[in-house]
């Protein structure tokens, strides 16, 4: 079992539980899925998108499918049905070893890191943030990037408000800064 859903179901529930909004072990909030996303630029180079899908499949562990335009917009040269990024939906288990490693390997080796911006709540207790270089994953190599990939990551949470969650994932490890 992974040690941070061990650490969730043991110390975050009963603190959450004797902070006194929640009742039962049932309403306190979880971490519902983890979501990364890599939009890429595949107008001038199409191993991009190959590069953008091997990149999530290492980090995570899960193969990325490839998202596709919706919509043609001239001014960007993007045509309906284009390739235009990779996403990654993890769940359970995977999700878990995912936010540890994200937690304590990944955001320590961001440079001049002091901590998440709390601002990027969206009003319904999911988290999103951008990472500008995919190298603060340790599974990268850097011998083989060929360009220098950024990604969003959201946190989904079941919490209905921006605090719940906010709490929630500062009991589970994310470094917020003030």
Same mark, same amino acid.
């Given at each position: 079992? =992974?040690?941070?859903? #061990? ?7 009963? +603190? ?5 909004? $929640?009742?039962?072990?049932? +309403? ?11 939009? =890429? ?11 953008? &899908?091997? #990149? ?5 562990? +899960? ?29 359970? +288990? ?8 994200? /937690? ?8 001049? /890191?002091?901590?998440? @911006? ?8 999911? $988290? ?5 270089? &995919?190298?603060? /994953?340790?599974? =990268? #190599? ?5 360009? @220098?990939?950024?990604?969003? =990551?959201?946190?989904?949470? %079941?919490? @209905? %408000? ?17």
């Amino acid at each position: 079992m =992974v040690q941070l859903y #061990e650490f969730y179901k043991k110390d975050v529930v009963e +603190q959450l539980l004797k902070g006194g909004r $929640y009742t039962n072990r049932m +309403q306190v909030p979880k971490v519902e899925k983890v979501v990364l996303n890599m939009g =890429v630029n595949a107008n001038h180079d199409k191993d991009v998108i190959n590069e953008a &899908q091997q #990149e999530l499949a290492t980090i995570t562990g +899960q193969k990325a499918l490839v998202t596709k335009a919706k919509k043609s917009i001239s001014n960007f040269k993007v045509r309906e049905g284009m390739p235009v990024g990779a996403k990654v939906t993890l769940r359970g +288990q995977r999700m878990y070893e995912f936010l540890e490693r994200f /937690f304590n390997a990944a955001l320590p080796r961001i440079r001049d /890191f002091r901590g998440m @911006n709390p601002r990027g709540f969206d009003g319904r207790g999911s $988290y999103t943030m951008g990472v500008k270089d &995919q190298t603060i /994953f340790p599974e =990268v #190599e850097l011998d083989k990037i060929k360009h @220098n990939l950024g990604m969003d =990551v959201t946190i989904v949470t %079941t919490a @209905n %408000t921006d605090a719940e969650a906010k709490e929630l994932l500062k009991l589970l490890g994310m470094p917020f800064s003030s």
